[in-house]
């Protein structure tokens, strides 16, 4: 998280290695976010077989309602500039959101997007989120899409998804 041009795409603040373990640790214990590592497939198959090697990002959701445990904000980062524009964050967010739709009961997932970060805007389109809002403060704007068996049904449907069949939920 040291590049600029990530934190400008994730709204995030550059943190110590020490700040970026306690904040892991403290997303592992909160039952409001659930995160998942995206790997490159590839490399964790190919000659590079371990993990962390293969890390390229990770996708997460955030229980941001206290009173709605059937909405999430999702949100897709694909770290390393080479796994960009691969198809990585399509299919982890599509991942997340058979996992959040069939395991959690969620219903409505929100993103919230910077108005300079045009691909994600344009894949999150692709998706069938829509805008509800814009913040000229936060210069972001937030999307909406509301599931039903159909929508996960079109998702699956003639999908090359490469979903772990075991999920890890923390």
Not at 138 to 156: G, Y
């Amino acid at each position: 998280m040291k590049s600029e041009e990530l934190q400008t795409l994730t709204a995030s603040e550059p943190l110590s290695l020490e700040q970026e373990y306690e904040m892991q640790q403290a997303w592992r214990n909160d039952e409001n976010k659930c995160t998942f590592i995206v790997l490159d497939k590839s490399k964790y198959h190919g000659s590079v077989s371990t993990e962390i090697e293969s890390m390229v990002g990770d996708v997460n959701l955030f229980f941001n309602e206290a009173d709605d445990n059937t909405t999430a904000e999702i949100e897709i980062m694909i770290a390393e500039p080479l796994a960009r524009g691969r198809g990585f964050g399509k299919e982890a967010l599509l991942c997340m959101m058979i996992f959040g739709f069939e395991e959690l009961s969620i219903r409505r997932y929100t993103a919230k997007i910077g108005y300079s970060n045009e691909t994600s805007l344009k894949m999150f389109s692709k998706l069938g989120f829509t805008e509800v809002s814009r913040s000229e403060v936060f210069k972001e704007v937030t999307l909406e899409l509301r599931v039903m068996d159909s929508v996960i049904a079109d998702f699956l449907q003639g999908s090359e998804l490469y979903c772990h069949e075991e999920y890890t939920h923390t």
